[in-house]
């Protein structure tokens, strides 16, 4: 492989990392705060694709981006309120099984309402269009993504150190009961990590879905699968560890699907899942994750 | 004790008609799973995502070595010779595949033991997509993507029931015993169990293999009642529907009983209403629904009585007080007639 090839694959490497890395953090965040692991957190990257779907090409772009946020990040509130509020103090595993129960519920839902064949969402055309430096292509919604991620990622670090809501948020975190003694609203801060966590999603969900250029009730599955493995790996309540994991999961992804030869394609979720196994084994709190945080 | 179990189950199968013999055969199938996976996640109290992995694993391996050496000439041509040839009956190949898979089991088990709580439910989750990706990848043994044909339909109703009735004895054994005690101690305090002496990691291995053997031979049952399988059988789908018959139903085998029970009326039932249903403009299949209906029941199990409608609780602790209930009145009322 020369060099224009390998800095080719190096993007791509990125920007699907930046969309793995984006999953895990949203996910690390509710796991932090909530101390569950919300397998639901797929759908919000399919109810953003749906929100796109029904909203380009009505409204400028801009605005439907800001809308499919915003929609995610309220449904991930709403979730939190209506469900996961009422299975409270249970143990993780209950928590992980209504989740779970809950994203079957949605995506039934969305098949319903929407049908099951793929909607195409009508990205405008600069995110299909690359530029070429020198001999080397590269798409603008790389570009894009990578460049997104790394804006949020910047922002997210400020606003956790900077700012009230952040420092509440950490706080909780760390210990939520001192933290409520000391005056931390714990509702508030709940409400605040889930839309945090769905505004993650929904930008995630629309770099991911910006690949393929439509969505399907079941378009949130595969970034929730990849995002909850850099999540497990990097450590759940470790931000760095979620980046690290997602950006080393698409890089493992792009080498794999290069290096494998095109029959045993299959063979890479075969390898990556023996890979979580073996490092679950020597570290299951992830390779960033604290220990004694109950994984 | 196992008397009232084993009365319930028997009095269940009373009825067969030819509709009604389907829907029994596979009620059957998935009860043997899901009291396989109660083995292991009543006892545990750890989700396993993955025991559908040992079911297909157990599923190809049956199905291989006793279907007709003449189908397998044209079906999986490049295979060894030695299981090309092979013709085993339904008893004896049932119980190699059991064998094989739990082998299997063994030695993936040596690590998952080693985990708990997410990590161990994760690494079941990975075992069932190694598993999918493994069957994919041999199509000379498995044809691969394509569906398995050919394999006989030795699993009659006799069959079914008998292999239930097994399943739950077994399994009630098992809970019973000194090794379902430990397990059930180091379940609900990990650290006071190993503190007392108990070796989690073993008990845990015991309950592990011992809950796929169950699912294995659940495995070969239902690859001999529909005769041909493919990887998608084995899907997330079907893990999600037999979880959910587990968590329903409660910790205890009869929990499992019960979850059986009521998942497979549900899906019986949105089968029967044929038709579409529609809201105003929204229309779709009736069945589609089904997981919408079986999601919110675990919501709803969840967050009211999060160990399942049964809890802990055996059919006989249920039975036994009831019944000596009804005993108490019926002899003594002259008795407190006069109290009274």
């Known amino acids: 492989m020369d060099t224009t090839e390998l800095l080719q694959q190096v993007v791509n490497a990125l920007s699907l990392g930046s969309i793995y890395a984006l999953v895990a953090i949203g996910l690390g965040v509710v796991f932090s705060i909530a101390r569950m692991v919300n397998f639901a957190h797929g759908e919000l990257v399919t109810i953003a694709g749906y929100t796109l779907y029904g909203l380009f090409g009505r409204v400028p772009w801009p605005v439907a981006i800001a809308a499919a946020i915003a929609v995610s990040a309220g449904a991930a509130v709403i979730m939190e309120r209506a469900v996961f509020k009422r299975v409270k103090g249970a143990d993780p595993v209950a928590l992980l099984i209504v989740s779970f129960a809950l994203s ?72 939520q009961d001192v933290a409520r003694i000391l005056g931390v609203d714990p509702r508030r801060v709940i409400v605040a990590a889930f839309a945090i966590s769905g505004a993650l999603a929904g930008l995630a969900g629309i770099m991911w879905l910006a690949n393929s250029a439509s969505v399907t009730p079941t378009s949130g599955f595969e970034p929730l699968m990849n995002g909850f493995i850099a999540a497990v790996l990097g450590g759940l309540g470790s931000l760095t560890g979620a980046v690290i994991a997602g950006l080393g999961l698409g890089a493992l992804e792009i080498v794999l699907r290069n290096v494998l030869p095109d029959s045993m394609v299959g063979l890479t979720d075969g390898l990556v899942f023996v890979a979580i196994i073996l490092i679950l084994l020597i570290r299951p709190q992830g390779i960033f994750g604290k220990v004694g945080r109950e994984v | 004790m196992l008397v009232g179990l084993l009365v319930a189950v028997g009095l269940i199968y009373g009825g067969s008609g030819s509709t009604a013999e389907r829907v029994f055969i596979l009620f059957a199938i998935n009860l043997v799973i899901a009291v396989g996976l109660q083995s292991f996640m009543g006892l545990t109290g750890i989700v396993s995502f993955g025991h559908v992995a040992f079911m297909a694993i157990a599923a190809y391996t049956a199905g291989i070595l006793t279907s007709s050496p003449l189908i397998k000439e044209s079906s999986i041509a490049d295979a060894p010779a030695f299981l090309r040839h092979a013709e085993l009956g339904f008893l004896p190949g049932t119980v190699v595949a059991v064998i094989f898979t739990c082998v299997i089991a063994a030695i993936v088990g040596l690590a998952i033991v080693r985990l708990s709580g997410t990590a161990a439910t994760i690494s079941t989750y990975a075992l069932l997509v190694i598993v999918g990706v493994a069957i994919v990848n041999l199509p000379t043994l498995t044809r691969g993507n394509q569906t398995f044909y050919g394999i006989p339909g030795s699993t009659t109703l006799a069959a079914a029931i008998a292999f239930a009735v097994a399943a739950v004895v077994v399994a009630r054994l098992f809970q019973d015993s000194r090794w379902g005690l430990l397990l059930k101690a180091s379940r609900e305090d990990q650290l006071s169990a190993a503190g007392s002496g108990v070796d989690v990691r ?114 006989d602790d249920l039975i036994v007080p009831f019944t000596a209930k009804i005993g108490r009145r019926f002899w003594l009322a002259e008795d407190s007639k006069t109290e009274g």
């Open chain 1, 104 to 175: 079957l519920i949605i995506q039934t839902v969305l098949l319903i309402l929407m049908g099951g064949t793929a909607k195409p969402i009508g990205y405008p055309s600069w995110v299909q269009a690359s530029f070429t430096i020198g001999q080397l292509t590269v798409a603008w919604r790389d570009v894009a993504t990578c460049a997104v991620t790394f804006a949020v990622l910047v922002s997210l670090t400020r606003f956790l150190r900077r700012s009230v809501v952040g420092l509440a948020l950490r706080a909780s975190a760390e210990d």
């Open chain 2, 202 to 315: 073993r008990v845990r291995f015991g309950a592990w293999v011992l809950s796929i053997a169950i699912v294995a031979a659940g495995g070969s049952l239902y690859a001999h009642y529909v005769g041909a399988i493919s990887p998608a059988a084995f899907s997330l789908q079907l893990t999600f529907v037999i979880v959910t018959m587990v968590i329903i139903g409660g910790r205890g085998v009869s929990g499992a009983m019960a979850g059986a029970v009521i998942v497979s009326v549900i899906n019986e039932i949105m089968r029967q209403f044929d038709g579409q249903i529609s809201f105003g403009p929204i229309e779709t299949e009736f069945a589609s629904i089904t997981p919408l209906i079986l999601g919110a029941i675990v919501i709803a199990i969840m967050v009211r009585r999060p160990s399942g409608l049964l809890g802990d609780r055996e059919i």
